[in-house]
C-alpha cells in the first residue's frame, strides 16, 4: 500500500521550491529590503504562513537562494576538472560563455550569483558556498599560472578582476541589453583574459636623440658596441 506521507513530502518539496525561485526572481527585481513575505507568497501561490513552514525568516530564505545560486556555479566551474587537456585559458572561456547564456536564459539566477559578497544579510554557510566557488575559480587561474598562461602575481586578485569584467557583460546580457552572440560580449570576455594573461617582458627602448636622428653605433644602438671616449 502507497505511503500516503510520501505524497505530503512530494508536496512540501515543490512548495519549499515555489518559494525559492519566487524569491530569486524578487529579490532580484525589486531588491532584498523591498520585497515582502505576502509578495514572496503571492508569486509562489501559497499562504503568507506557508514561508515559515520551510524558513525561519526572510533573511534564511534570502541565504537559501544565495547558496542555490553558488552551487550551480560550482558545478560550472567544475565541469572542466575532469578534461586534463583542457588548458585554463579555455576553461575560463568555457566559464564565461556559459555565465553569458545562462544570463539570457534566467538572469535572476547569475545576478544572484554575482550579488556582492560583502552582503551583511550573508549568513557563515552562504558565505562558505560563496568561497567555494571563488575558489574553485582561482584553482583554474592558479593553474593558469602554473602553465605559464597567467601573469605572476596572486591568483585570487587575477580572479577578482576576470570576473568583474565577466560579470559587466553578465549583467548586460541579464538587462537584455546584448545577447550573447553581440560582438561587445566576445569582446569584454577577452578582455577579461587579456587582464590576467601573462606578457613577455617588453625589449628596452632605445632613446632617440633629440634631433630625430638614429642613435649612432656604440651609443646605445643594438648595432654597434659601446665606446668610450677618447678610446678612439
Known amino acids: 500500500m502507497p505511503d500516503p506521507r510520501g505524497g505530503t513530502r512530494r508536496d512540501a518539496v515543490a512548495t519549499r521550491k515555489r518559494l525559492v525561485r519566487a524569491a530569486l526572481d524578487l529579490f532580484t527585481s525589486h531588491g ?25 525568516s526572510k533573511e534564511a530564505l534570502l541565504n537559501e537562494v544565495f547558496r542555490e545560486a553558488q552551487r550551480w556555479a560550482i558545478t560550472v566551474v567544475r565541469e572542466g576538472e575532469s578534461v586534463r587537456q583542457v588548458a585554463a585559458p579555455d576553461r575560463l572561456r568555457r566559464i564565461a560563455t556559459r555565465l553569458v547564456a545562462t544570463a539570457q536564459k534566467d538572469a535572476a539566477l547569475v545576478r544572484m550569483l554575482l550579488r556582492s559578497r560583502d552582503d551583511v544579510d550573508l549568513d557563515d554557510h552562504s558565505r562558505e558556498a560563496l568561497r567555494e566557488f571563488r575558489g574553485g575559480l582561482t584553482a583554474v587561474v592558479a593553474t593558469g599560472k602554473q602553465e605559464g598562461t597567467v601573469r605572476t602575481g596572486p591568483a585570487d586578485l587575477w580572479t577578482s578582476i576576470w570576473l568583474a569584467l565577466v560579470g559587466f557583460a553578465v549583467e548586460r546580457v541579464a538587462a537584455r541589453e546584448w545577447t550573447p552572440d553581440h560582438p561587445h ?35 646605445g644602438s643594438p648595432d654597434g658596441d659601446s665606446v668610450a671616449p677618447g678610446s678612439t
Open 185 to 219: 560580449v566576445a569582446q569584454t570576455i577577452e578582455a577579461a583574459w587579456d587582464a590576467i594573461a601573462w606578457r613577455a617582458p617588453a625589449a628596452p627602448s632605445i632613446p632617440t636623440p633629440p634631433d630625430g636622428s638614429s642613435p649612432a653605433p656604440g651609443h
Open 32 to 56: 532584498y529590503h523591498a520585497t515582502t513575505t505576502p509578495a514572496i507568497a503571492a508569486r509562489a501561490g501559497v499562504a503568507e504562513g506557508t514561508i515559515y513552514r520551510h524558513f525561519p
